[in-house]
């Protein structure tokens, strides 16, 4: 099944912690391209409507254990990948995706999933023709999402980590290993890194340019023209 | 994780499809060790509270496609394997299963999944000590489905196969193919056949000699002594 005949069209992702900024640096790729007239879909991690209740509901009542996490997003993942990735690169489209299959290699990894059979369960996906990855101190991503939220969410925190017993104590914990789990992943995965603590122009001058090089020259020029 | 130190416990699974009789048996055989002051925990298939309404859901709206189908039920497995069948083992019991993930190997390999990425996706989990396939014929297991039942199901006829407008038609196809993945995996998995065209008694008799092979000798005088 699904073997990976991606013809047209070209698969960019982003990767990076909360608060890494890879979300706004997306959005506004996601912008451009559609101004030159690029057709571009955007997905993003955990939001399938079939299985977002399920996962939201496990959560609740705290139900989850590491392996059935992993499932039910490799699920919600799934999901969306046939439904929407693989037809929409088939039919020739830019498919932008916040977050891909090497958030599931860091956070179930972390979570005590085992490297080789996560990276097995998500067999089925394509690599990326780019992938970003947002590197930024955990110090930095903590101020960014703590500023703006009152309150951690369980898992978010990854309290069911038993790291501390204090939400915030434990989200430091929690996405410091997964920045380790994404740091090692850079080279072998191939990631282009962005500093993410630098100017949002800044980044997106630099996410710009590394499109363009991998754009097909049709669109290249037309994305220039603008 | 789920390093497998299984301890005491022993665990017997039947596999076959619907209408094989494996449903009666291994009831049969909880009854019995139950009887003989055994330590029984008994576990279905595509039961687990928290899937079960996902799945039927997706089910229902006919949204699923071959990889969610079997990452749900993974999902399923994973739970009552992590919170049952696992801890019931290490604490000494013995755990009875109806369908195993071998029900998973046969299935979504017919639905069009990797032979090799479902074994992948259930690698966590431990083989049996006993694995009871009841082996019969199509048209026998058939008339046996058919003949309790007014309607078929959608997925249960596999009519998401497209092998045919006839739910019943599509139903002995698609029951056939499962049994072909049952029996390529005969040897390689260890099953013990039993002959499902037999008496119910005769088989009983067969399934409780090679479970009182397998126990340790202890319950084993004990399950005797009834």
């Known amino acids: 099944m699904m073997k990976s005949t991606k013809a047209e069209g070209k698969l ?27 057709p571009v879909f ?20 705290n139900l989850l254990t590491p392996t059935t996490f992993s499932l039910l997003h490799a699920t919600d993942f799934a999901a969306r990948y046939e439904r929407n990735i ?31 059979w996560v ?23 903590f101020d960014r999402i703590v500023k703006n939220r009152p309150k951690l969410k369980y ?19 929690f996405q410091g290993r997964i920045v380790e ?6 080279e072998k995965e191939g990631f282009t890194v962005i500093d993410g603590t630098v100017d949002i122009e800044e980044q997106q001058k630099h996410v710009r340019q590394k499109v363009m090089e991998m754009l097909p020259r049709q669109r290249n020029q037309r994305a220039v023209a603008k």
Chains 1, 2 share one sequence.
């Open 86 to 116: 693989l037809p929409l690169l088939r039919a020739g489209y830019v498919v932008l995706a916040d977050r891909y299959i090497y958030t599931a290699f860091a956070r179930d990894v972390v979570r005590g999933c085992s490297p080789e």
């Open 42 to 61: 955007f997905t993003e991690w955990n939001s399938s409507e079939q299985v977002k209740e399920i996962i939201s509901k496990g959560k609740k009542r």
């Open 181 to 186: 789990q994404y740091e090692s992943m850079v």
């Open 12 to 38: 960019i992702i982003v990767e990076g912690v909360d608060g890494s900024g890879k979300s706004t640096q997306i959005r506004l790729l996601e912008k451009w391209l559609r101004y030159a007239g690029v």
């Open 119 to 141: 990276r097995h369960v998500y067999g089925f996906a394509v690599k990326p023709d780019l992938a970003f990855y947002f590197r930024v101190p955990v110090e930095i991503s």
């Open 155 to 173: 898992y978010e925190a990854g309290m069911d980590l038993n790291l501390s017993n204090d939400p915030y104590e434990s989200y430091r914990i």
